[in-house]
């Protein structure tokens, strides 16, 4: 009886044996035969290089690199925003695309000094951006956050947060001065992409009317155009 048990357990014994052997020889045999010859990083410039290469094991070949677990890896650094990696069969070179965050906005809480990425990731460091530290409480700093989310939701990038007043939050958008206060609505950020485009000359475009873009004209100042003084 106790034969009969101990035969099945010899035969699992016997084929995890096998498996693991197969798993080691083609993993040596992947590694002689396509091996990484070096790795390449592309629209870099907070990630160092060197980051990337200690996330990729010794001895790891084009077939057996755990690219989803690196970029898992490489995404916790804060500057990542997203990653992108390719094998090259024949080179052996291993491309890794990094799309970086930049700040964007650098607000003094009172007790904390902060830096954010558009996305409202809090970011080390201004990583060589050049902005003014703004003086903002909590409930404008989260206004500011959901308009910059509802922007990059819709394809606009936030260069800037420039000030902050009574009147809103003056930021820099492709180039041109936005004003925002409140919430922004979906259609209107839509529309605001095509009226930047008819309009590349207008001074500013103010988001403080609900569902609505008013555009003021290069000088500023007719047509009651808006203006926040700036503080900090």
Not at 109 to 133: C, F, M, S, V, Y
């Amino acid at each position: 009886m106790n034969h009969s048990r101990r035969q099945p357990l010899c035969f699992i014994s016997i084929a995890i044996a096998i498996i693991a052997l197969a798993a080691v020889v083609l993993y040596i045999v992947s590694y002689l035969l396509v091996p990484i010859v070096g790795v390449q990083v592309e629209g870099d410039r907070m990630l160092q290089k060197k980051e990337v290469t200690q996330n990729i094991p010794d001895h790891t070949s084009l077939l057996t690199l755990d690219t989803w677990a690196l970029k898992r890896n490489l995404k916790s650094n804060p500057w990542v925003k997203g990653i992108d990696v390719t094998r090259d069969w024949r080179s052996g070179i291993v491309t890794v695309k990094v799309e970086e965050r930049h700040a964007v906005l650098s607000a003094d809480l009172g007790k904390k000094r902060i830096i954010l990425a558009q996305d409202g990731t809090e970011l080390p460091g201004l990583g060589g951006a050049n902005l003014k530290t703004l003086k903002l409480d909590r409930s404008r700093l989260e206004e500011i956050v959901k308009a910059g989310k509802v922007l990059q939701r819709n394809g606009i990038g936030l260069q800037s947060v420039d000030a902050s007043g009574p009147g809103g939050v003056r930021a820099s958008v492709r180039g041109h001065q936005v004003i925002f206060a409140g919430e922004l609505g979906r259609n209107q950020v839509q529309a605001l992409g095509d009226i930047m485009k008819k309009n590349p000359r207008a001074g500013v475009f103010d988001l403080r009317s609900p569902e609505r873009v008013v555009v003021s004209p290069p000088n500023g100042v007719s047509n009651g155009s808006p203006s926040i003084p700036p503080n900090g």
